[in-house]
């Protein structure tokens, strides 16, 4: 069944759709009718089950009545952020995507001295609303209790910022290397906030590594080969998600 986030804590058992997006994707789209169900997620994160009691199409409003699901949340036990340099257009939006249905809570986009794109000031409200709505429609989709919030930084200095409990980067460097245990070290601990920055095609450039080193972030090794800029966050994300969801405590 469809899942869709509200902008508002529901303290009722009845509600109304009245979200022009949310209407037309369930009335008009779907073509859902009374006595159908779908999920709705409030601003606490609470989950409930919605049966359609009515589809006004005159006034575009969905009356349903809720009922409040114990369902266990999807979210990781820890906060995940990836970090990564830009890259084309088509190559963020399936990052963002991929991202928010592996777990991230927050995903950052910053410009570094190998990017292959960069945004102009113009743009930049623009696209981060795109990303945005391609993040709700993820999380919608994986069933998410929230929305990853998409970021942008015109700088690498600048994602000193967002450092976590356990800030990383990784560094193609290390793992050619062989470097493949402080990863794995640095998991061991359960932080309970992890960031991850990844370079673009080009990789970072040793200043950006040796500056990233020096405010705390440790160079890890994502195994023994070298994935594409896109692919590595994906790596990275199942990693934590087999570390933090799967494995047997």
């Known amino acids: 069944m469809e899942q869709y986030f509200v902008k508002e804590t529901i303290n009722s058992n009845n509600y109304q759709i009245t979200d022009p997006e949310t209407f037309k994707h369930v009335a008009k789209v779907l073509r859902h009718k009374t006595g159908d169900v779908i999920y709705l997620v409030d601003t606490t994160e609470s989950l409930f089950a919605a049966t359609i009691k009515n589809v006004d199409q005159e006034q575009n409003l969905i009356e349903t009545e809720l009922e409040k699901m114990t ?8 906060d995940v952020t990836v970090a990564c340099s ?4 088509d190559k963020i939006e399936w990052i963002t995507q991929k991202s928010t249905e592996l777990g991230a809570k927050k995903i950052i986009f910053f410009d570094s001295k190998y990017s292959i794109m960069n945004w102009k000031k113009n743009v930049v409200e623009k696209k981060l609303l795109r990303l945005q709505e391609i993040a709700k429609n993820a999380a919608q989709q994986s069933k998410r209790r929230i929305i990853p919030e998409v970021i942008y930084i015109d700088s690498l200095q600048k994602l000193i910022d967002y450092k976590a409990e356990s800030s990383l980067v990784a560094y193609e460097e290390s793992a050619k290397q062989g470097e493949i245990s402080l990863l794995a070290q640095t998991l061991a601990k359960t932080p309970k906030s992890v960031l991850c ?3 673009p095609e080009g990789g970072f450039a040793p200043e950006e590594i040796d500056f990233l080193n020096q ?3 440790l160079s890890v090794g994502l195994g023994p080969r070298i994935m594409r800029a896109e692919t590595a966050p994906m790596y990275f994300l199942s990693v934590l998600s087999y570390k933090y969801e799967l494995t047997v405590k």
Not at 71 to 78: D, Y
């Open 71 to 78: 369902t266990a949340s999807s979210e990781m036990p820890v």
């Open 86 to 89: 830009l890259s084309k257009k």
């Open 215 to 217: 405010n705390d972030f």
């Open 197 to 199: 920055a990844f370079g």
